[in-house]
């Protein structure tokens, strides 16, 4: 693995390139768990190509993260401070690849983690961002995270309810489609004793209508009027 980074750590873009690729290909071919320096040197490295002006490698360094994190053990949880802001970043590039490559990033923090301390920490960086391609992208995030983890991890719905309910006031349209969508997960993971939940929000009859009608949609064993 240390030629793979010294690799990533070249001047030269296509050898950077090389290493990400090559970082990658190990850390998914490999059973073996990563030592704690092992992990400090990648993230270090890592941290580093997530900035990188070439998509590919930030693309590379993201997807070798998610590989070294089933890898890592407790290990990674120490680089989370740094780590996980940085992730939150790459939800607002340019290139929907990376995009996409952050997202699995995150959700597979919350594997080997505990989902509803990612999205915390992640949320603090990503709710209020000033990027709305970074708010839309955390928003689609959380919805898969409902969809994996709801049923496991309960106290996620009510750590991601509030600030999803904010968004609804979005300036930007795709971050308001993007919450309506959280929020129909959300009624469909907890079925009908989720208009309890949003009536202890005390929305506007207006919303709070608007959202059921959305959600019975997807959840359509229930009705607005019950």
């Known amino acids: 693995m240390e030629e793979a980074l010294e690799l990533a750590r070249a001047k030269d873009t296509k050898e950077r390139m090389a290493g990400v690729e090559r970082l990658h290909q190990l850390l998914e071919a490999s059973r073996k768990s990563l030592s704690s320096s092992e992990v400090t040197s990648l993230v270090d490295v890592c941290l580093d190509l997530l900035k990188d002006n070439n998509f590919r490698v ?6 070798a993260l998610a590989s070294a994190a089933v890898l890592s053990g407790e290990h990674l949880k120490l680089h989370f401070n740094a780590l996980v802001p940085a992730v939150v970043e790459r939800l607002g590039d340019a290139k ?3 995009r996409d490559a952050a997202r699995r990033l995150l959700l597979t923090l919350m594997e080997v983690s505990l989902p509803t301390i990612i999205v915390e920490r992640a949320g603090s960086y990503a709710w209020g961002h000033k990027s709305w391609r970074v708010r839309e992208e955390f928003a689609r995030t959380v919805t898969s995270a409902i969809d994996l983890f709801a049923s496991t991890e309960l106290p996620l719905q009510r750590a991601i309810l509030p600030p999803t ?4 006031h979005d300036p930007n349209p795709g971050v308001r489609e993007a919450a309506i969508s ?5 009624y469909t993971k907890a079925g009908p004793q989720f208009r309890e939940e949003l009536q202890r929000h005390h929305l506007p ?3 709070l209508k608007m959202i059921l009608v959305c959600a019975i ?6 009705h607005v009027g019950d």
């Open 58 to 63: 930030s693309q590379g360094a993201l997807q």
């Open 96 to 98: 929907q690849p990376v």
């Open 165 to 168: 309910l904010q968004m609804l």
């Open 182 to 186: 959280c929020i129909e997960e959300m």
């Open 205 to 207: 009859t207006s919303m």
């Open 217 to 222: 949609q997807v959840h359509p064993d229930s």
